[in-house]
């Protein structure tokens, strides 16, 4: 995969140095490129932005300086042999990012990020782009940031992680949160490791027991007791026919049921009375 980052703050991006992304960048796996925006700016003051038509606050990034960015790296990227390239713009005001796009954007052969400061870029930098390749616009949460290099961080860390070869074992990312399958609207529950006492707290006993279908049983109750706890908008939103029997069991000790027969959206709905935590 490569993947480009056209940025005022090039020095922001130096964790992509380090960890998995960093291995995976040493072995070929992640082909990473930094701009510096000001590189493609020619006034004395190396001027990035402008005020905004129409009047408020703050200051609007300009068009000449990312639409020359962009035409260069894209001119490099196909002289290299890259290919199907997609623009993805971290902004608040995009489409969630979730694990599932994490998982889209890993089937991708090159991604480019375009971190905004300020307002924003000029939307006719995004239609323009958008005219000839697929544009993201994604949000990493519900929050505003001073820059969005941050973001760019997070979607790489969680892409790169899912490039072949990039774990060390495959199936590991399998059972994360939110991971495509039984898990994509759970949360992962607790893990444990050695020794098996630490400070007169134990572990749970099924995790010794050796029993692989128990423990398998244990750790998706686990992810249900979490789910409902922490996000609970996660199983009002699923379909009751993601869970199974067992599931359906647990979700009822938990205080949750599927919809009264006849609701139309058929959804789970928590029930108040009679249930103690």
Known sequence: MRLDVVTIFPEY?????????GKARARGQLNV???????????????????????????????????????????????????EPVLIVPTPSG?????????????????????????????????????????????????VLAGGEAAVLVVTEAVARLLPGVLGNAE?????????????????????TKPPEWRGRGIPDVLLSGHHGKIARWRR?????????????????????????????????LGWAPDPEGVPHGRFWRRTDGVEE
């Open 172 to 192: 590991s990312h399998q059972d994360d949160s939110f991971a495509p399958g039984a898990m994509a609207n759970l949360l992962e529950g607790p893990v444990y």
């Open 95 to 143: 489409r969630p990012f979730t694990q599932e796009l994490a998982v889209e954007l890993s089937e991708r052969p090159w991604l480019i990020f375009t971190p905004a400061r300020y307002e924003g870029i000029d939307r006719r930098v995004v239609d323009e782009y958008a005219a000839r390749m697929p544009v993201y616009e994604v949000s990493i949460g519900d929050y």
């Open 221 to 253: 109750d686990e992810a249900l007791k979490r789910t409902t706890r922490n996000r609970p908008d996660l199983i009002e939103s699923c379909d009751p026919k993601a869970f199974d029997k067992k599931d359906r069991e647990m979700l009822s000790i």
């Open 13 to 21: 991006l130096e964790p992509l140095d380090v960890s998995l992304v």
């Open 33 to 83: 490129h930094v701009h510096d925006l000001r590189a493609w700016t020619y006034d004395r003051h190396n001027t990035v932005d402008d005020t905004p038509y129409g009047g408020g606050p703050g200051m609007v990034m300009k068009t000449g300086p990312w639409g020359d960015a962009l035409d260069s790296v894209l001119a490099d990227g196909y002289e290299t042999g890259s290919r």
